[in-house]
């Protein structure tokens, strides 16, 4: 069954200590990407990859790292996580990058920081 | 940047009523999704529709292109229909550079009531 796995579902964490939310896909798909929602704001795009090795920022990647070391798994990490990261985190793939093929979401990351 | 634009921002309807929901957007898009956020926050894929009519059993989704909007419709509601419904976008502009980033709108907010 092709699905997007994103952990952990829930956190709730202090602020400065480091966490990493971890996004696999067992589509073979080569673009993913995060993105965070919050209220009043919408979602927004954090970091992208277009492929293995292959990162980019997109709109607020402040406070956030990635890497794309295996084409299945785009982990999200806050080396310090401070309270204004406190959101609804989802992980995105799509097959291509040519922005012709429909994204699909993980079930989201409900993350808070105190 | 495209603006996105759904209406109506909130719905409430009975059990077994029929309903549209619509989405404008200020530009050329190359692709464009209609999600469900259901209460628990996931987003669900309902469907990938640049152009043209879809159906998925009680929902189907036209785009208009060359107008600029897409609506979404629900026949014989039910109340696990109740949540957040997303019309996102990607435009041609972002194809080159831009990260695949899907553009979404505010949204429309449905209760379906016994």
């Known amino acids: 069954e092709a699905q997007v796995t994103q952990n952990p579902r829930y956190l709730i964490t202090v602020t400065g200590k480091k966490l990493t939310v971890t996004c696999s896909q067992n589509?073979?798909?080569?673009?993913m990407s995060w993105y965070r929602q919050d209220p009043g704001l919408g979602l927004r795009q954090i970091y992208y990859?277009?492929?293995?090795?292959?990162?980019d920022k997109g709109d607020v990647p402040e406070g956030y790292k990635v890497s794309r070391k295996e084409k299945r798994n785009f982990p999200l990490i806050l080396e310090s996580p401070s309270p204004n990261q406190t959101s609804l985190y989802f992980c995105?793939?799509?097959?291509?990058?040519?922005?012709?093929?429909?994204?699909?979401f993980g079930p989201g990351t409900r993350l808070t920081v105190t | 940047g495209i603006q996105v634009e759904q209406s109506p921002p909130d719905l409430i309807l009975q059990e077994g009523a029929n309903s549209t929901l619509r989405c404008n957007f200020s530009?050329?898009?190359?692709?464009l999704q209609w999600f469900h956020q259901n209460p628990w926050g996931q987003l669900i894929n309902l469907f990938y529709?640049?152009?043209g009519t879809k159906q998925n059993g009680r929902l189907s989704a036209t785009t208009v292109a060359t107008e600029r909007y897409s609506l979404l419709y629900i026949s014989s509601s039910q109340t696990t229909d109740s949540g957040v419904y997303f019309c996102?976008?990607?435009?041609?502009?972002?194809?080159?550079?831009?990260?695949?980033?899907?553009?979404f709108g505010t949204g429309t907010q449905l209760k379906v009531e016994l």
């Open positions: 995105a793939n799509s097959p291509g990058t040519s922005g012709f093929y429909e994204q699909y």
């Open positions: 589509m073979n798909h080569e673009y």
């Open positions: 530009d050329s898009v190359n692709n």
């Open positions: 529709i640049p152009s």
């Open positions: 990859s277009m492929n293995v090795e292959v990162t």
């Open positions: 996102a976008v990607l435009p041609f502009s972002v194809l080159t550079g831009g990260g695949n980033k899907l553009t």
